[in-house]
């Protein structure tokens, strides 16, 4: 029997409890596969745990939980890259006792060194500073960045219920979008990318910016000219309007990119010819066309060497004539 794990056992260390029962179990001759199941875990968790775990041959629920925690405490010095550097550590006090900022301090030091280091980790070190108070020197306080959620996308459908044809790839219409941005702070233009799943045929155009208003648009354009079915988003806020589509959307699970991951391995194509740090000032659409119908025309082994093309022209010959 094949068991799925829940969301919120994926990615989620062993807690002390479950440590426990990992060895109650064990004892009473529970085999690995068959605790990972009633702890729904996977096999390979419990397998791992056990092994790194275990004290004189044997796994012990309370010393296990003690050597993670030993571990997870010796396993490096805080602030490391500054403090094993005794170099770039009176650099940064001598600098900030002149009154400059961390990002002064920051670009400097990569213009002079080949070590490099960022303006948030001087940050953190001088807050870790609790013996020499360097935060005086900081002309403003800073705010601990804090991580980034999603928006709240309403009407919002995950594809754990997309139906069977679109998981099993059993007919034609079903896409994944994509938006592919660029580094450069001034390049507002990105590229909105949409790719049928069954063909893997590829449509790219350029967007002005990410806004839900151009993105919109632009899909619109594509499903009065193409045969879509359905579309599966990632969670940006571009895709907050994709219920003024009419059509059946979709959206992957929030971090989780790869679910969509046709989509992603077509823009990794498009990197090819555009890498990340391209000057998007310097291309124009007609360039953009030409990569795109070259990748189109490039034979995939999963389409039996055939080209994405070709088999999005006869599917799509196939249902004119129907």
């Known amino acids: 029997m094949i068991y799925h794990l829940p969301l919120n056992k994926m990615y989620n260390q062993l807690k002390q409890t479950e440590r426990y029962e ?68 009176w650099y940064i006090r001598e600098k900030i006792k002149e009154w400059w900022s961390p990002e002064q301090i920051a670009w400097r030091w990569n213009k002079e060194n080949d070590h490099w280091i960022s303006y948030v980790r001087i940050y953190e070190y001088i807050e870790s500073c609790r013996w020499t108070d360097l935060r005086i020197y900081i002309s403003r306080k800073w705010k601990k960045r804090k991580k980034w959620e ?8 995950f594809i754990d219920e997309r139906p069977k044809e679109i998981w099993d790839k059993l007919e034609n219409g079903h896409y994944e979008c994509d938006t592919v941005i660029w580094k450069r702070w001034w390049d507002k233009e990105v590229l909105l990318v949409m ?21 919109n648009e632009k899909l619109w354009e594509w499903i009065s000219n193409l ?27 929030p971090y989780s990119s790869w679910e969509k991951g046709q989509v992603e391995y077509g823009n990794r194509l498009i990197r090819r010819w555009l890498p990340k740090k391209t000057n998007f000032s310097n291309v124009n659409d007609e360039y953009l066309q030409y990569i795109i119908r070259k990748i189109n025309s490039t034979p995939r082994k999963c389409l039996w060497w055939n080209t994405p093309e070709e088999m999005f022209n006869s599917s799509r010959s196939v249902a004119l004539e129907i």
């Open 22 to 89: 990992i060895q109650i179990l064990y004892e009473k001759w529970y085999s690995i596969r068959e605790i990972g199941n009633v702890l729904w875990r996977s096999a390979s968790t419990i397998s791992r745990e056990m092994r790194r775990n275990k004290v004189n041959e044997k796994y012990n629920g309370q010393k296990a939980e003690i050597k993670k925690y030993m571990r997870r405490r010796c396993c490096k010095i805080e602030m490391k890259k500054i403090r094993m550097n005794t170099e770039l550590e």
């Open 150 to 157: 999603r928006w709240s996308i309403i009407w919002r459908i």
């Open 195 to 215: 790719l049928e799943k069954k063909t893997r045929y590829m449509v790219v155009s350029i967007m002005k910016d990410k806004s839900a208003k151009w993105t």
């Open 227 to 253: 045969w879509v079915k359905s579309i599966t988003f990632d969670n940006w806020h571009e895709f907050w309007w994709h219920y003024k589509l009419w059509i059946p959307t979709y959206f992957c699970h």
